[in-house]
């Protein structure tokens, strides 16, 4: 009996170190397998502004802000020049970008083979009416802020 319970725990013991012989995952490894997972071109939050933030449904925030933003842009640029520079057009799309530290850049695009607008006197004339824009949280990415772009059609309203 004494001899069996010897070999029980022998038993027991060789085997048991065996589990415990299992080899650690390479680190690296294990990154790329979790940036595998990451979708790149999506943000867990978007950004936000003040009037949004109490919104809790994710597509109906991500509205607001688009809404806001295409909004407080139309007012800010229908009130100059630019509608009276460029009567055929209605609508132009601006590129923003918002950086981490919360701070905007807007681009307008025109098509490149375009020679109906003067860009520099189109850029200079929203820059200006687009200083000092209401602030704008950052979007946020796995807990933290990043940069995010997007183009916005602005329509300027053109008075008839």
Not at 31 to 59: G, H, M, R, Y
Not at 135 to 151: H, L, N, S, Y
């Amino acid at each position: 009996m004494k001899k069996t319970i010897q070999l029980i725990v022998a038993t027991v013991l060789l085997y048991s170190c065996q589990l415990f012989d299992k080899k650690v995952p390479d680190e690296n490894q294990l990154l790329q397998q979790e940036l595998q997972k990451i979708n790149w071109k999506e943000v867990d939050e978007f950004p936000s502004v003040l009037t949004c933030d109490t919104i809790k449904d994710p597509a109906v925030k991500k509205q607001c802000f688009f809404d806001y933003l295409a909004q407080t842009i139309q007012e800010r640029i229908g009130l100059d020049t630019l509608k009276m520079l460029y009567p055929e057009t209605d609508t132009i799309s601006v590129k923003v970008t918002i950086h981490p530290d919360a701070s905007l850049q807007f681009e307008p695009q025109f098509l490149k083979d375009s020679v109906a607008y003067d860009k520099i006197k189109a850029d200079s004339i929203l820059m200006a009416r687009l200083a000092n824009f209401p602030k704008v949280e950052p979007a946020i990415k796995r807990g933290i802020k990043v940069k995010t772009q997007f183009i916005l059609p602005v329509i300027i309203k053109v008075e008839k």
